[in-house]
């Protein structure tokens, strides 16, 4: 059975930093593309970034880019979401999805359970 566990959300003052990590169990941790999303009331899940590791591939959304850095952690098999200079605006919800690398979206990814972000200004 597939698992995927995010931690390291909290509260954090504007301009801060903090570091999300996707824990994903019961598959193959390298054979699967990672991506994290967030989302806040009222609006749609939002793109932030995604990593493939098999192609070597990372992706992130205009709104963080140069901000936030997606990485993978071999030792503890985690693919992290390092955020700097945060914004109020970065205040959400943040979720990990897993999907096989092949894949070209998050249709049919597993999900893991959000880690609440609140950045306060």
């Known amino acids: 059975q597939v698992q995927v566990v995010e931690s390291g959300g909290g509260l954090v003052p504007a301009g801060g930093s903090l570091r999300l990590s996707c824990a994903a169990s019961g598959l193959s941790w390298n054979m699967y593309t990672t991506g994290w999303f967030r989302q806040t009331p009222g609006k749609e899940r939002e793109f932030v970034a995604s990593?493939?590791?098999?192609?070597?591939?990372?992706i992130y959304s205009d709104s963080v880019k140069g901000r936030f850095t997606i990485s993978r952690d071999i030792a503890k098999k985690t693919v992290d979401l390092q955020m700097n200079s945060l914004k109020p605006e970065d205040t959400a919800v943040y979720y990990c999805?897993?999907?096989?690398?092949?894949?070209?979206?998050?249709?049919?990814?597993?999900w893991g359970q959000g880690t609440h972000v609140t950045v306060s200004s």
């Open positions: 999805a897993v999907v096989f690398w092949t894949a070209t979206t998050f249709e049919n990814a597993y």
């Open positions: 990593m493939n590791q098999i192609r070597d591939e990372i």
